[in-house]
């Protein structure tokens, strides 16, 4: 298993993964100056003119920082590209990643051979989030150079199969790239991904509670005082399953612990997004793993933490 040379500055094997709403460009400038890959929704740039300001300034703070930090350049970013059919907004945002060169681009809800040939065109590399083998082998058919394992646990929309699972189906065919989500929020943790045949870890969940993030004040503190037994697993609020904070939904008026089921039919991410935006802004998403986030705190703090856990391990292990 290799990586692509473009992950060759990361301080640690780990992708910061796109958090609608929540990740925006500071969040994203901050995960790759420290040293990890940062991406974002194309969808959080609104209206869609924006999304070519954030490319811009994303692109002119990093080079930058590499001029100023040759020692230790910033690491790549990410832009995630949701390939659902009621996204209108695809092809224009795929244009302007064009004209910015995206280095990575994450395409979820959808493959689609047409895109993962465009940002091969301009030398950028695709990955594919994925919740099962069969969902894997039709990326990869489709032209995707990676794969992110969505696992049970992991935040937002996330798969139902064992971390173990999903990786280990997956390396009985595919050699290439692969990122692993769910649960993952310690240095440890980043390890074991790799040793379970993840070349690099995904972790969303503990940079909402991080003082770049767009998140209020009272979403951080969910996820600070949060455990795993706080998390729901629920399709209603987007068509899609995914794990939510339970405060949020009982904030909301809602009873948690019967919530009726969602309909597919109605998963919208078109332009206006007004009902996806809505549930996301109300209902808070949340992987399993923040039981040992304690505080906010900077983006650089939390990845500095990360890599000394990360070594930690390592040597404890050898």
């Not at 301080?11 to 420290?34: E, H, M, T």
């Not at 993962?116 to 969902?135: E, M, P, Q, S």
């Not at 995707?144 to 139902?160: E, F």
């Not at 909301?252 to 019967?258: E, I, K, L, S, V």
Request: hydrophobic share 45%; proline share 5%.
């Amino acid at each position: 298993m290799s990586l692509p040379p473009l992950f060759d500055r990361l301080r640690l094997p780990v992708i910061g993964s796109p958090l609608f709403i929540i990740s925006g460009v500071d969040l994203v400038i901050a995960q790759c100056k420290a040293g990890i890959v940062g991406s974002f929704p194309a969808l959080n740039a609104r209206p869609q003119a924006e999304l070519d300001e954030w490319l811009h300034r994303i692109t002119e703070e990093l080079a930058a920082h590499n001029r100023e930090h040759p020692d230790r350049p910033a690491a790549p970013f990410a832009v995630n590209q949701i390939v659902h059919k009621s996204n209108d907004r695809l092809e224009a945002d795929l244009m302007t990643c064009a004209k910015w060169q995206v280095p990575i681009v994450i395409t979820s809800l959808g493959a689609r051979p047409e895109l993962n040939h465009a940002v091969h065109g301009w030398g950028g590399i695709t990955l594919h989030d994925i919740i099962d083998d069969r969902f894997a082998r039709k990326a990869i058919e489709k032209g995707a150079d990676g794969l992110i394992a969505v696992a049970a646990g992991a935040g937002g929309h996330a798969g139902r199969l064992s971390p173990f699972a999903i990786t280990q189906e997956i390396r009985q065919w595919f050699d290439g790239p692969l990122a692993l989500s769910g649960s993952i929020a310690t240095g440890d943790a980043v390890l074991a991904a790799q040793a379970m045949g993840a070349d690099l870890a995904y972790i969303g969940s503990p940079f909402i509670a991080t003082d770049e993030a767009n998140a209020v004040p009272g979403y951080k503190q969910g996820i600070v005082e949060g455990r795993a037994s706080d998390i729901v697993y629920s399709n209603l609020f987007t068509g899609v399953h995914g794990n939510y904070l339970r405060g949020s939904i009982v904030a909301a008026g809602m009873d948690p612990d019967h919530l009726p089921e969602g309909d597919l039919s109605t998963m919208n991410f078109g332009g206006g997004n007004s009902s996806k935006a809505k549930a996301w802004k109300d209902i808070w998403g949340s992987g399993q793993g923040i039981g040992v986030v304690d505080k906010v705190e900077s983006v650089a703090v939390r990845v500095e933490r990360l890599e000394r856990e990360y070594k930690a391990a390592k040597a404890r292990i050898a």
